[in-house]
């Protein structure tokens, strides 16, 4: 078995967000509701958190993701750009249960 990478990883964290944030009960109808704005800043900043843990993770020694230098740490950076695409790809080619449709179409811009 393969080590999982932190291009997986990152990807792979960007997805789960989009998909937790459209399927869990609750949180679903609440974010569906939100300007786009709003959405997208939540997003981001959880994408956000997931990097610095990530970084984090590696400097303190937890897990060994990427070396806790300055070519590393720009690697992650641009890594979190990519993540921010996968996770918008995914939310919007997600298929939206129907409550989210509904919280979408009752929403106020």
């Known amino acids: 078995m393969s080590a999982i990478t932190i291009e997986g990883l990152v990807a792979f964290a960007a997805v789960i ?6 399927y869990i009960p609750g949180l679903r109808e609440k974010y ?3 300007a786009d704005v709003r959405k997208s800043e939540i997003m981001l900043g959880c994408l956000a958190l997931t990097v610095v ?14 070396s806790c230098d300055k070519p590393s740490i ?12 996968y996770n918008q790809v995914t939310y919007t080619i997600m298929p939206a249960p129907a409550s989210v449709k509904a919280a979408k179409a009752s929403r106020v811009s």
Do not use: D, H, Y
């Open 32 to 34: 569906a509701a939100m």
């Open 17 to 22: 967000l989009s998909a937790g944030f459209t």
């Open 53 to 66: 843990l990530i970084a984090a993770s590696s400097c303190f020694g937890l897990w060994q993701f990427i």
């Open 74 to 85: 720009l690697e992650l950076v641009k890594l979190f750009g990519i993540a921010a695409l």
